[in-house]
């Protein structure tokens, strides 16, 4: 199973970036999925959560401003930033419960990571 991420870039203070996450391979399902972000330095944060039935969580911090959700026929998650600030600068993991059907246990994948960098 392979998650795969796209959609980070520049973007200036204010502006929108949206994020997606496809996951690939032996899937039976994917419970929760989620986006985690990592600034040099410091250890790695939750951003946002969602389950296979759509309920949401999101840090305090992008409360507002990011919209997680997922399409679950595709396997892929979003996750839409608005209102971009610098303090968001990072790089994005996706994150995936996924449960294959080699013994149909869930696993916890992760994404390659996607540069966000937010200009003032």
């Known amino acids: 199973v392979q998650l795969q991420a796209f959609g980070g870039g520049l973007v200036q203070a204010g502006g929108s970036l949206r994020l997606s996450c496809a996951a690939s391979g032996n899937i039976f399902r994917i419970n929760v999925m989620a986006w985690y972000r990592q600034i040099p330095g410091k250890q790695r944060e939750l951003v946002a959560t969602i389950t296979s039935l759509g309920r949401t969580n999101y840090a305090d911090s992008v409360k507002g401003r990011f919209t997680i959700s997922r399409d679950n026929a595709k396997n892929t998650v979003y996750l839409q930033m608005n209102s971009l600030k610098p303090e968001d600068t990072a790089v994005y993991y996706c994150?995936?419960?996924?449960?294959?059907?080699?013994?149909?246990?869930?696993?916890?994948?992760w994404g390659q990571g996607t540069q966000v960098t937010v200009s003032s």
């Open positions: 994150n995936a419960e996924v449960v294959t059907y080699s013994d149909y246990s869930s696993v916890p994948k």
